[in-house]
């Protein structure tokens, strides 16, 4: 449009038209310096979850922080991957905005996050100026977990809550009251038997552990690896917090242990099995 009022400007010699184009390539020029000045000096960030697996949708927080120091940045859009964009209405000088967003990965292994991009339509909507930030990380992710009614080591049989032996411990069932060594805490005191004793007596609990749980990766149903790396992945996800679990893979075993730490280790020697 300002192109055409420019060469009618010229052909006519109407002083009017030359106004009128002046007019719009001043507002096109401070527009422009407004709208890339407005998305300048945002730094994103984008902080992904402890567990993320192949075809569910993960959680990740995305932020962007303003080191602007007197001027606010406006109608910013932040985009990353295949996600749905996150829109701050505005994002105050020096000052972190952040949002969640869903991102669902199609397979396994370790996957680049690619880039985050910043974009905006401030000031009047007519443009849409935007930076690219390259995100030099990548993400585990582990693959996508399959039931399986495998205790993980080739027994079909085995059921919840096999496999317990008893210990000393502070909980399970009574077992015995003994005589207090000084050493137990007062809660373990048996008042109502110490009473009609002259000593101070204690209750003694068991405790119930379960035995060590180990997945064999070859001996697991499935067909095909992907579907057996599924099935050792659900295994752990289920039974890490409750018992300690190991694995053989690729030719090595991995001790067992309990916990989420250990439950995090396991998932991810699956991700990356078959990747080296």
Same mark, same amino acid.
């Given at each position: 449009?300002?192109?055409?009022?420019?060469?009618?400007?010229?052909?006519?010699?109407?002083?009017?038209?030359?106004?009128?184009?002046?007019?719009?390539?001043?507002?096109?020029?401070?527009?422009?310096?407004?709208?890339?000045?407005?998305?300048?000096?945002?730094?994103?960030?984008?902080?992904?979850?402890?567990?993320?697996?192949?075809?569910?949708?993960?959680?990740?927080?995305?932020?962007?922080?303003?080191?602007?120091?007197?001027?606010?940045?406006?109608?910013?859009?932040?985009?990353?991957?295949?996600?749905?964009?996150?829109?701050?209405?505005?994002?105050?000088?020096?000052?972190t905005r952040q949002g969640s967003i869903g991102?669902?990965?199609?397979?396994?292994?370790?996957?680049?996050?690619?880039?985050?991009?910043?974009?905006?339509?401030?000031?009047?909507?007519?443009?849409?100026?935007?930076?690219?930030?390259?995100? &030099?990380?990548? #993400?585990?992710? /582990?693959? %996508?977990? $399959? =039931?399986?009614?495998?205790?993980?080591?080739? @027994?079909?049989?085995?059921?919840?809550?096999?496999?317990?032996?008893?210990?000393?411990?502070?909980?399970?069932?009574?077992?015995?009251?003994?005589?207090?060594?000084?050493?137990?805490?007062?809660?373990?005191?048996?008042?109502?038997?110490?009473?009609?004793?002259? &000593?101070?007596? #204690?209750?003694? /609990?068991? %405790?119930? $552990? =379960?035995?060590?749980?180990?997945?064999?990766? @070859?001996?697991?149903?499935?067909?095909?690896v992907e579907e057996r790396l599924s099935r050792?992945?659900?295994?752990?996800?289920?039974?890490?917090?409750?018992?300690?679990?190991?694995?053989?893979?690729?030719?090595?075993?991995?001790?067992?242990?309990?916990?989420?730490?250990?439950?995090?280790?396991?998932?991810?020697?699956?991700?990356?099995?078959?990747?080296?």
């Open positions: 449009m300002t192109l055409l009022l420019g060469f009618a400007a010229v052909n006519t010699g109407n002083n009017l038209l030359f106004l009128v184009v002046a007019g719009l390539l001043a507002f096109m020029s401070v527009t422009g310096l407004a709208g890339m000045y407005n998305i300048k000096k945002l730094i994103p960030d984008i902080h992904p979850p402890e567990e993320i697996y192949a075809g569910i949708p993960a959680t990740f927080h995305l932020s962007v922080r303003n080191t602007k120091r007197y001027l606010p940045s406006f109608l910013i859009r932040l985009e990353c991957l295949t996600s749905q964009p996150l829109v701050f209405p505005v994002v105050l000088q020096d000052s991102i669902t990965f199609n397979r396994r292994g370790c996957v680049p996050l690619g880039k985050i991009t910043i974009s905006s339509t401030y000031p009047v909507g007519f443009f849409t100026r935007y930076w690219s930030f390259e995100i &030099d990380s990548t #993400v585990t992710v /582990f693959p %996508r977990p $399959v =039931a399986t009614d495998s205790s993980g080591s080739g @027994d079909e049989s085995a059921a919840t809550g096999a496999g317990l032996r008893r210990e000393r411990g502070l909980s399970g069932e009574l077992e015995r009251i003994y005589p207090y060594s000084g050493s137990e805490p007062l809660r373990m005191i048996h008042w109502k038997h110490s009473a009609r004793s002259n &000593d101070l007596l #204690v209750k003694g /609990f068991g %405790r119930s $552990v =379960a035995a060590p749980l180990v997945i064999d990766l @070859d001996a697991l149903s499935g067909q095909g050792a992945a659900w295994l752990v996800q289920r039974w890490v917090r409750e018992r300690p679990v190991g694995m053989l893979v690729g030719g090595r075993v991995l001790p067992a242990g309990i916990g989420k730490q250990h439950g995090l280790m396991l998932l991810k020697e699956l991700a990356l099995y078959g990747s080296d």
